[in-house]
């Protein structure tokens, strides 16, 4: 098994102009690799016998709208009494990420017996539109049509980028951080029409258990930044 | 006389008829389809030309559910993925969200999980093996597989209260520690006295003498299922040389578990990336070397044997060494209930744990474990909230499914359902 600072640094040191970082965090490797470069990174982690990574094992579109923000001010609402003080804008922007969408793909070599993740951010959210990595490992095939699906990405090059998990003329992506949890329309029989219909939700959004973030300090260093990250 | 005949085809002479393949649906309500699968088939004669597979009609969501709740309310949804090997997704779920705390639970609760691993794998595959033979058209095998996992979802039931969806596993250890006696029957108006005891024959002792009890038994059971299989002419006609698929092939398409293990690539999580105490335990990994369903066959069937190898390993670690079974942390784990009555900071931390839950440091973590279907990984983004920024569940049949075009083309119509049950899918993982 490969160390895991030793890949990084080969990384570090071989595609150093194609990517933008590479860090290790919780013993695993991250790789943060420019739009344009994906299919020359991808490729050569295929082929050289350094990497070796022959086996995608996942592809997964994040969503970055609401990274970091709570739903709950906590320190603020205990000054001035107890609240649920739950907001509820599903609109609400978070500036903590360079862009709001990434594709995340994972990586693992048989035989060197290491693992890798990439990110790739997609930096023109009004063209959501990454390379697919389709010929380069057969399995992306249904990675990039349920990313496509959920989150409503597309992937250029992709054969057939149908829709996959959602039903039949479904609209809209419901893995967004905007697509409210509740959906946006129900299905009905009615009885008049003598088929089921779709109708705009009758209830309410709630939120049963607020996020709240708490800077723990057992997890923070002397500086006072989450020490994990770094 | 001519013109005749060619009135009954439809047909004339200059003619050349116009042939097209015929398009067919195979479920989503058929019991070979595994659940609710839609598979459109394109067939020329007898002979498939095309699959394609429709999911997602169990899509329940889960990633989305769990980025709403409080990391520990999701335990109970990892469980209702793939129903039939309940406890190995809790466990990858529960790594990944250890591997950001950066805790590691007591030795004594690896062990449990270890076992309970492996108990669910063999639970897992008597229940492929029963719905593989009955596909196949062997209806025995089925009923002798549902007895003993009758056995085992007793054990279940007595470490967690439910057969099935046990929420067993936490962050920091499992719910509690193994019982020290085994639940009994009673006797009632379908069994009398006499029938009652016989039952109850092997759990007079504690919950690891009933599953010893178990693994004694086990290896005769299993041969007595591949006696009726493995060298049956017909079950052989049915596997043998049907979906093949070479072991780079298996890779590219991104195969993991028995289904790459079948082709004879020695890959198994539990040897290769050890986590928990597998590194401990001695046992083989088995392989196969056609890549066809008699060969996922003797896969899976020796993967039972080596299972029930480890668990015997489990018992005889867990009888000799008691201890706790959850880390000492109030911050993740709640106090004991006696606690609480005397100490008030215990009585808040539990009010925190059960309301708030705790909060996970920043980072993203992924971490697999060898589910019984392949890998089975969870990829966790926190963004340091009490509940998961984004949760992604790599489900071991996903890729599976996606390749079933390629594993059943050229080959005829009921060597469909051969060829589907081989891969052991479970549509509660696929469309999560």
């Known amino acids: ?230 | 006389m001519q013109n005749n005949e060619n009135s009954i085809s439809g047909v004339t002479a200059d003619q050349t008829p116009e042939i097209r393949n015929y398009v067919f649906n195979f479920g989503p309500q058929h019991p070979a389809a595994h659940g609710v699968l839609r598979l459109i088939l394109e067939v020329d004669g007898e002979t498939i030309v095309r699959a394609d597979p429709h999911v997602g009609l169990l899509h329940r969501a889960t990633e989305k559910l769990a980025e709403n709740k409080p990391f520990n309310h999701t335990i109970g949804y990892m469980d209702r993925l793939d129903y039939v090997s309940m406890m190995c997704n809790e466990h990858g779920y529960v790594l990944a969200i250890e591997k950001l705390l950066g805790i590691t639970p007591p030795l004594r609760a690896q062990y449990i999980r270890v076992m309970f691993d492996e108990i669910t794998r063999i639970l897992n595959h008597l229940l492929w093996l029963a719905a593989h033979s009955l596909d196949n058209g062997g209806m025995a095998v089925f009923l002798y597989c549902f007895r003993e996992r009758e056995d085992l979802l007793d054990c279940y039931e007595a470490v967690s209260g439910a057969r099935m969806h046990a929420t067993y596993y936490r962050p920091g250890g499992v719910y509690r520690d193994l019982p020290d006696k085994m639940p009994q029957f009673k006797p009632s108006k379908w069994h009398n006295a006499k029938e009652v005891a016989k039952l109850n024959d092997n759990r007079q002792g504690s919950l690891l003498d009933f599953i010893w009890d178990f693994t004694e038994r086990f290896p005769g059971l299993v041969d007595e299922y591949e006696s009726l299989l493995t060298n049956n002419r017909i079950w052989k006609q049915r596997t043998v040389d049907i979906g093949i698929i070479s072991p780079e092939r298996a890779i590219a398409l991104g195969f993991t578990g028995p289904m790459l293990r079948g082709s004879g690539v020695a890959w198994d999580l539990r040897k290769k990336q050890p986590y928990e105490v597998y590194d401990k335990m001695d046992f083989d990994i088995p392989v196969g070397t056609n890549g066809d369903c008699y060969d996922r066959y003797l896969v899976r069937v020796n993967e039972m044997r080596q299972s029930n190898r480890i668990i015997r390993q489990c018992v005889e670690w867990l009888r000799k060494n008691p201890g706790p079974v959850m880390i000492d942390d109030y911050k993740i784990a709640p106090p004991p209930r006696e606690e609480m009555k005397i100490s008030m900071e215990a009585l808040i931390h539990h009010f925190k744990n059960m309301t708030e839950g705790y909060n996970v440091p920043e980072g993203e973590a992924y971490a697999a474990v060898e589910h019984p279907k392949g890998e089975f990984g969870v990829y966790l983004v926190s963004d340091g909230a009490n509940k998961p920024y984004r949760l992604k569940v790599r489900a071991a049949g996903f890729p599976h499914l996606a390749g079933l075009n390629e594993l059943i083309r050229g080959h005829m119509i009921a060597d469909v359902v051969a060829v589907l049950s081989s891969l052991d899918i479970v549509f509660g993982e696929i469309d999560r």
């Open chain 1, 1 to 230: 098994m490969t160390d895991v600072n030793v890949l990084c640094t080969q990384i570090h040191s071989r595609f150093s102009a194609w990517i933008e970082n590479a860090t290790v965090a919780f013993g695993q490797l991250t790789v943060e690799v420019k739009p344009e470069h994906l299919l020359d990174i991808c490729r050569i982690l295929r082929d050289d016998a350094d990497f070796e990574f022959k086996l995608l094992v996942d592809v997964c579109g994040v969503d970055y709208l609401h990274y970091g923000l709570d739903d709950w001010q906590t320190e603020k609402t205990t000054a001035t009494g107890f609240g649920r003080g739950v907001t509820r804008d599903l609109m609400r922007e978070s500036a903590a990420k360079p862009c709001r969408f990434a594709v995340v793909y994972h990586l693992l070599s048989l035989t060197k017996n290491h693992r890798v993740r990439l990110r790739v951010y997609i930096p023109d959210e009004k063209e959501l539109m990454v390379d697919s990595v389709m010929d380069i490992w057969p399995s992306a095939n249904w990675y990039e049509r349920e990313v496509f699906d959920l989150f409503g990405i597309l992937f250029r090059g992709h054969p057939d980028l149908r829709r996959i998990m959602t039903d039949y003329g479904f609209v809209g992506h419901p893995f967004r951080k905007d697509f409210p949890l509740i959906g946006k329309v129900e299905a009905r029989y009615d009885a008049k029409l003598k088929r089921v219909v779709y109708e705009p939700v009758s209830i309410d959004a709630r939120v049963l258990e607020p996020k709240v973030i708490r800077h723990d300090n057992r997890y923070l260093n002397e500086q006072g930044e989450s020490s994990h990250a770094k």
